[in-house]
Structure formats: C-alpha cells, structure tokens
C-alpha cells in the first residue's frame, strides 16, 4: 500500500509508532462532532470465573502510560479489575465513522492523581461518590436521597474528601486498534502492538 495514502487515512505513516497521538487527534476531531460525551467507551472486564461483563464509563485521561477512568472499587468493575486486572476499552464515534479498541493489564492509579481528579469534580458529584453504594441492591429511590442529603449535610461547608473506595484504574495498552469505515464494507485497519507496556510499538495493516 502506497504510504502516501496510508497518511491520508490515519494521519500517520506505515512506520509510525506513536498510536497515542493518532489517538488524540482522532478523539479531537470527534470532540467537535459527537452530540454528547465523546470521550465515552465501552469498557469490558471480567469476573474470576471469566465471565466478561461491558459497561460505558468516561475516558478521564490519557498519555503514553495508558488510558484512565475513575470509579467506585467496591462496584462490580472495581471488584473485577482488582482481582482479574485486565481490561479491554471501545470508542465509537458514530459521526466520524471511526473506531479505536484497545487492550491491555490495568494498574490503580497513584492516590495523588485520585485525589487531583476528585477534587476536580462537581460537588454534587463527589457527594454522590459518599452517597452510592454502587451496584449493589437498593431498596428505593428514597433510601439513595436519604444518602445524599445524609453527606450533603456533612460536608455543607469545606473541602470534601474523596472516599478511600474510589478512585481509578490506568489500561496500558499493548493493542490499540484504529478502523475507519470503508465503502462497501472495506474498511481500513491499523493495529499497534508491543509484548508489553514497557516495549516499543510495531504496526500492521488488516483486512476489513
């Protein structure tokens, strides 16, 4: 294939090495077309009986050490990812006609960046971290407000601090996959590889 050409359809040449920035640049163009959140992904884990389980969660930060989202460790992702810390992300931005899957170990992020991004949050939002006992059964809608206003009230003035149960997990990736739809169901594919996060990246080209 023409590298010509190659650049034309993902931005990089045959050789390049480097799936994060392609990675942001596609993330940028579907940021200025997606009617909502075009930092939601799919993101997939499993139980230790190797039951997957998928569910969209919100891309928070990204960099050449992996892809980060926050969440509640006692939910059911969180129990799955600290016992089977392995994990498998999807973007699709329906606007642009692109796609990027991604797969790899997942690590805790460090208490610091925890603590950084909590802080950052709506302040509702980090009540609502106090107040839900995520995915576990609850009673009634009621019994969820009873909460809120419960740690409303407690934290009515001053700094909130960030539950020691949430905070988040990095993918680092050691499969990036970028597809771009094709006329007549023949799309183009580029997949970034490496043995591990600590490796360097070779690239492939794949048939629709």
């Known amino acids: 294939m023409n590298d010509n050409k190659d650049k034309g359809l993902f931005g990089v040449g045959a050789g390049s090495a480097d799936p994060v920035a392609l990675f942001a640049d596609w993330l940028a163009r579907a940021e200025k077309t997606e009617p909502d959140d075009a930092n939601a992904c799919a993101l997939a884990s499993a139980d230790t009986q190797g039951m997957p389980n998928v569910r969209m969660v919100l891309l928070k930060a990204y960099d050449a050490d992996g892809f980060v989202f926050y969440t509640n460790y006692e939910s059911a992702k969180g129990q799955e990812l600290l016992a089977n810390p392995q994990a498998a992300m999807v973007f699709h931005w329906k ?114």
């Open 95 to 208: 606007s642009q006609q692109r796609q990027v899957r991604l797969r790899g170990p997942v690590e805790q992020v460090s208490a610091h960046e925890a603590d950084a991004y909590y802080d950052s949050r709506a302040r509702d939002s980090r009540i609502g971290a106090w107040a839900s006992k995520q995915s576990r059964p609850l009673e009634s809608r009621f019994a969820l407000e009873k909460q809120v206003a419960k740690y409303a009230a407690k934290y009515a003035v001053g700094k909130i601090p960030r539950p020691a149960y949430w905070s988040g997990f990095r993918i680092r990736p050691v499969e990036i996959e970028f597809w771009r739809n094709g006329a007549f169901r023949l799309h183009d594919r580029l997949v970034f590889r490496r043995a591990a996060p600590e490796e360097a990246w070779s690239t492939t080209r794949l048939y629709p």
